[in-house]
C-alpha cells in the first residue's frame, strides 16, 4: 500500500513535476493501481443551483458581479427543479451531484435550509451530494452533515502566494478555516484548484504542498484548466497544454496518493487521447453534462463514448464511503444559530481585476 505523506516540500513536490514524463507516469500510474482500480471514473453532474451575482472578485469567475461577462444570473432554483435535474443525470450514468451556488458565504435563513431540503432530497435518490457554497461554520457544517450531505468543495485555487494575485476579497486562511469546520463533521472534502491563471509551477507544487498537509487529505481534488472568459480579468490567459495538465495530475496523485483526483473545467479543450493520459496519471473522476457551471463541457454521450472505448466503468455511489443518513428538518439536532463569523477581507489591490472592473463600469 501506498503511504500517505503530510511533510511534503515544495521542492519534492518540483522535483516530480519535473521528472522526465515517462518516469513521472509510470511512478503515478504504479500508485494509482495501488489504490484505485485504474479502470473506474466516478461520473459527477456539476449543478449551478444560483448563478451569478457574486459579491467576490476572483480573477477567473465569471459569476462575479463586478465583471461584465455574458452569463445569465438566476435565483436560487427550486427543490424539485434541482431533484428533476439530479434524475436526469443519475440516468445519464452520474453517481454524484455537485451544486454549486455563487455565494461569499452561506448564511442562515430561508435560502440555505432550501438548500438543506436539496441534500436531503438527493440523498434519498441515492446519489452522493456535494456542495459548493461558499465560506461556512461548523454548526453549517454540522447542519449539512445531518441533511445526508457526502461532501463538500471548497478550492485552495492555488499556492498561498498565488491566491493573493488573483482574490482580495478573502483570504486563504479563511479557505483553510472551513475546510475545517467541515472536517469536523463526517463531511468528506473536496479542495483542489486551477492551473492555466498564470502561476509558476513552483505555485502549482505549493498548492499541492498545501492540500498534502491537510491531516487527513481531502478525499476528492478538482484539478481545473482555466477556461479564460471574456469580460474577466483573466481574459486573456492562453489555455494551457495537455503537457502541463498530465503533468499536473500525475504529481497529484503521487502526493495525494488516496484522494479522488477529479479531471474538471477546461476538459472541451483536451483531446480523447489526452484525457486517456490523464485517467493513466491517475485522474479518477470527470464532470458531465453540457455545462461546468457556466463554461461549456463535453456532451455526455461524448464522455461515454469515450468510457466505451477506453473500457472505463462509472463508479457506483458510495464506494468509496458509506452513504450518509438523513435526518429530516423536523428532527434536527441543530439549529440555525445566525452567526455573523468574521471571515477576512483582505482588500489589497489587483491590477488586472481593478481594470475588469473598471472597464464594466465604462460599460454601464
Ligand atoms: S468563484 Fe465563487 S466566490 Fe468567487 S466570484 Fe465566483 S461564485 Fe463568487
Redesign the pocket.
Known sequence: MSVTKHNWTKEAVLNIYNKPLMELLYEAATIHRKTHDPNVVQVSTLLSIKTGG?S???GY?P??ARYHTNIEGNDLMSVQQVKAQALRAKSAGSSRVCMGA?W?NVKDGKAFDQVLEMVRTINKLDMEVCCTL?MITQNQAQRLAEAGLYAYNHNLDSSEDYYKKVISTRGYQDRLDTINNVRKTNVTVCSGGIIGMGESIEDRAGMLVALSTLNPQPESTPINALVAVAGTPLENEKPISIWDMVRMVATTRIVLPKTQVRLSAGRTQMSREGQAMCFFAGANSIFAGDKLLTTPNPDVNEDMKMFELLGLNPQKPFAKKMQPETVEASNSQFEALGEKPKWTRPGHVIERNEIAKEKFKGLK
Request: glycine share 10%; proline share 0%; charged share 30%.
Open positions: 457574486c467576490e472578485d476572483c469567475c459569476q462575479a455563487a461569499r461558499g
